[in-house]
């Protein structure tokens, strides 16, 4: 290290987890041999993954929080090391071009440490040139995997995301290892504990910026370490699917809360989400309704399901329970042929989730990229696959008061079938969603987010 350079030594990877190293060598096996069977199919003899470059905003020198390819974090967990290179030959240690500028302007990526190097060749370069030396001399060999272009260098490299190699690593990536698992387990228990302690400064009055703080806190993220920005929605700011602005004060009224945020753990994502009334009964209730429906989706999970199919269920069931809260009257084949449910619950009923929060591949068929559409009226489905073991992904269904969603249903036979006065009731409460993460086993699933809740004691050293 040269003197006068500062290191990052990040709480995500710094420190190693006993069970996450044990894994980790068979996830490694995993994924060299998904590269495997793709650098075959395409002819090709090495993949190199770029792990991308810092963006500048225009006219100005100011940064944008750095994401990583998702690829780069499937081998590593270097969520925040930008302009480092993984080659991969079939048959050999991959090797980690691991760069670590000379800058006194910035903290530099940290010596490389932790369970993870182990199964890596480690080559520290300081300038982006000697990146080069690193790489395989027959570039046609090569294919290149990254953010390349006017940002990123290509190496000299000419086959770049070649579709059919991606297609193969996106559909495979569907599936995950124990250790992903092991990751997730982990994300998820450090989400519960954000969404305790949100709870908690809900319950004292919070503004929805202080809530937000509060889980930051028992996450010990910051906000760019967050795996996508909270939705942290007072009152009638639930129904914002993807509301984000966090008002500095309290409401002078508070309702509810709808809280939807997840945690990292090696790169790997929670998404969680729960809604809370202030101490209004009649929503205390309809909230029960929504996790005892929630649970009932949950409980259809195993392999073998046909998602999209359960996407549509889980409609005759929002009907069934509109009727029920007496805010819709008529038959589940009415209400959702007129287009009442799908105005109350206009979004997805879940998506695969892993290093990505909405991780690719939930429309392919297959892996030669065959896109299964998701079912007619229903655009916004993530996930049209069929269910297989250890995919993992959210059970979140939603009922929420949008106006211009409802207004759209006046002067149509909808119309009829909704109780209005019941919806200027919802109206300041916003909406309900509760959210878990669940993985797919042969005859059911491990839920890790009720589990994690169950779990959690309060300790944040994960
Ligand atoms: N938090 C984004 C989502 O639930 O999909
Ligand atoms: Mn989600
Ligand atoms: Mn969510």
């Given amino acids: 290290m040269k003197h006068g350079m500062i290191m990052r030594m990040s709480a995500d990877y710094s420190a190693d987890i006993p069970e996450l190293e044990k ?13 495997d ?72 990526p940290g010596k490389p440490c932790g369970y993870w190097t182990e199964s890596f060749d480690v080559r520290i370069v300081h300038t982006i040139a000697d990146i080069a030396e690193h790489l395989p001399e027959e570039k ?36 995950k290892t124990g250790y992903e698992i092991a990751c997730m387990r982990l994300a998820s228990r450090r989400g519960a504990r954000g969404h305790i302690a949100a709870e908690a400064a809900f319950r004292e009055g919070s503004s929805e910026f202080d809530i937000h703080r509060a889980y930051c806190g028992a996450v010990s993220h910051t906000d760019n370490e967050l795996p996508y920005t909270n939705i942290i929605a007072l009152n009638q700011h639930g129904a914002v699917l993807h509301y984000t602005n966090l008002d500095r004060r ?49 409980g259809k999970i195993r392999a073998g399901v046909n998602f999209s199919e359960l996407h549509v269920e889980s409609h005759r069931m929002l009907a069934e329970l509109l009727v ?40 392919m068929m297959d892996e030669s990229g065959a896109v299964l559409d998701p079912p007619s ?7 049209t696959r069929t269910l297989t073991e250890n995919m993992v992904l959210t059970i979140e269904p939603g009922l929420y008061a949008i106006d211009i969603l409802l207004d759209n249903l006046r002067g149509t036979p909808a119309e009829h079938h909704v109780n209005w006065d019941a919806v200027e009731w919802l109206r300041p409460f916003g909406g309900i969603r509760i ?25 944040v050293s994960t």
Wanted: hydrophobic share 40%; aromatic share 10%.
């Fill in 23 to 35: 894994l980790y060598p068979d996830h490694i096996a995993t994924v060299s041999k998904r590269h």
């Fill in 37 to 108: 069977h793709a650098l075959d199919h395409v002819g090709a003899s090495h993949a190199v993954i770029f792990s991308g470059m810092p963006k500048v905003a225009f006219l100005d020198d100011t940064q944008y929080p750095f994401i990583a390819n998702p690829h780069f974090l499937s081998w590593v967990p270097l969520v925040a090391v930008p302009l480092s290179v993984i080659v991969y030959t079939p048959g050999a240690a991959p090797v980690l071009v691991y760069y670590q500028p000379h800058d006194y302007w910035h903290v530099v």
């Fill in 140 to 175: 046609d060999k090569c294919i290149l995997i990254g953010e390349i272009g006017t940002n990123g260098p290509d190496f000299g490299i000419e086959r770049i995301n070649p579709t059919k190699a991606l297609n193969m690593l996106h559909f495979a990536r569907g599936i």
């Fill in 250 to 298: 309290p409401p002078k009224e508070i309702h509810s809360l709808l809280i939807d945020a997840g945690a990292r753990i090696r790169g790997y994502a929670s998404d969680i989400t729960r809604t809370y009334s202030f101490g209004d009964a009649r929503f205390d209730e309809l909230i029960d309704r929504m996790h005892d429906m929630q649970m009932r989706i949950t």
């Fill in 324 to 363: 029920e809260a007496r805010l819709a009257v008529g038959s589940p084949d009415a209400l959702l042929a007129s287009g009442v449910t799908a105005a109350f619950f206009p979004h997805g009923l879940g998506h695969l989730i892993g290093v990505q929060v909405h991780d690719v591949g939930g429309h």
């Fill in 377 to 383: 009226g229903h655009p916004f489905l993530r996930l």
């Fill in 435 to 459: 959210e878990d993460d669940v993985r797919v086993t042969a005859d059911g699933c491990e839920n890790l987010t009720r589990n994690a809740f169950a779990s959690v004691d309060g300790n």
